[in-house]
């Protein structure tokens, strides 16, 4: 795995009112949500400085993403935030995937095709932090 993070995802109330604070009020650039054709799907991706983004779903989809529930203990909390680890295939999902098991990771949601056509999986971290592991056919990020 490498020493990368690509995705912050952050728990949100209100998607609607969450895009309105952080493109209109902060001025962050993002094309809003997309995803609206899924249920649990929508979600908005603000474009940060080196390549990093900002991602605002809904706590109630990341716990039904991750396949968590959203009450303690593994939530509200655990539903808060992700953190994003984007890689350049299907392959190298499953074999982070791995690394994170052996390294005592818990896997939460095994790697599997996603209903947004990409590839994903969810481990916490021996601290129970939620971190997502994805290829998204639409990204590119080196292998």
Known sequence: MKPRITVL??????LE???????D??????????????IHGPVAFLDLEGGLKLALFPRASIAHDAGISAEPPNGPGRTE????????????????MSRALEAG?????????????????????????LWEVAWNPHWVFPG
């Open 17 to 23: 009112r969450a895009v309105r604070f952080y493109r």
């Open 9 to 14: 995802t952050l728990g949100v109330d209100d």
């Open 25 to 38: 009020g902060l001025g962050f650039p993002t094309e809003g949500i997309v995803g609206t054709e899924f």
């Open 105 to 129: 990771a818990v896997i939460v949601k095994p790697a599997q095709a996603s209903f947004w056509g990409g590839y994903a999986g969810y481990f916490q971290d021996p601290d129970r932090h």
């Open 81 to 96: 935030m992700t953190i994003g680890h984007n890689v350049a295939s299907e392959a190298e999902v499953d074999a982070t």
